[in-house]
T-cell receptor
Framework: AQSVSQHNHHVILSEAASLELGCNYSYGGTVNLFWYVQYPGQHLQLLLKYFSGDPLVKGIKGFEAEFIKSKFSFNLRKPSVQWSDTAEYFCAVTSFSGGYNKLIFGAGTRLAVHP | EAQVTQNPRYLITVTGKKLTVTCSQNMNHEYMSWYRQDPGLGLRQIYYSMNVEVTDKGDVPEGYKVSRKEKRNFPLILESPSPNQTSLYFC?????????????FGPGTRLTVT
């Protein structure tokens, strides 16, 4: 069965530092990949998604992610973080089950950005 | 405004007292899901529904029931809540179509069972 690993559970950065959050999935083949963000007290919002084509995907708020098929990875990056990026970030992968593609989520990475 | 709504947002209850968390979406989406979010475990799917009157178990269905009598509503029912169901619950809906797996999430319901 498909599974998703996010290696960093907690990340603490200073403003303007660069960010990279790791995400690996277990099952090869055709996958659709997502990063969601959850700001404190809010619901999940889509940051970016990859279905096909250019493996470097750009999302909202300056985030980007690179799909590396050979490494089963979809790492999230941002060159310069801001205090407002403090949130929890979830990687998700589609898994075909029960007649439709459902999303499998990673455990999440909690990011704290200090001024 | 396109949205998924959940009620209540916060709920404290006692073991064994039946409760229902409502979920409604105004986007005419066919697929709807319920997740629970627990620290260190991410989101785990409880139940999902592919359309009206079509529901199925997700990864952690024990202790929960759902129904889908109308397209827009997908309530989550806890017949006899227990403390291990204390969690943050999210309802989500997904637009139909092979290229659209983006899920729209509700604001969440924080449930505490004492």
């Amino acid at each position: 069965a498909q599974s998703v690993s996010q290696h960093n559970h907690h990340v603490i950065l200073s403003e303007a530092a660069s960010l990279e959050l790791g995400c690996n999935y277990s099952y090869g083949g055709t996958v659709n990949l997502f990063w969601y963000v959850q700001y404190p007290g809010q619901h999940l919002q889509l940051l970016l998604k990859y279905f096909s084509g250019d493996p470097l995907v750009k999302g909202i708020k300056g985030f980007e992610a690179e799909f590396i098929k050979s490494k089963f990875s979809f790492n999230l990056r941002k060159p310069s973080v801001q205090w407002s990026d403090t949130a929890e970030y979830f990687c998700a992968v589609t898994s075909f089950s029960g007649g439709y593609n459902k999303l499998i989520f990673g455990a999440g990475t909690r990011l704290a950005v200090h001024p | 405004e396109a949205q998924v709504t959940q009620n209540p947002r916060y709920l404290i209850t006692v073991t064994g007292k039946k409760l229902t968390v409502t979920c409604s979406q105004n986007m005419n989406h066919e697929y709807m899901s319920w997740y629970r979010q627990d620290p260190g475990l991410g989101l785990r799917q409880i139940y999902y529904s592919m359309n009206v009157e079509v529901t199925d178990k997700g990864d952690v269905p024990e202790g929960y029931k759902v129904s889908r009598k109308e397209k827009r509503n997908f309530p989550l029912i806890l017949e006899s809540p227990s403390p291990n169901q204390t969690s943050l619950y999210f309802c989500a809906s997904t637009a139909p179509g092979i290229l659209s797996y983006e899920q729209y999430f509700g604001p969440g319901t924080r449930l505490t069972v004492t």
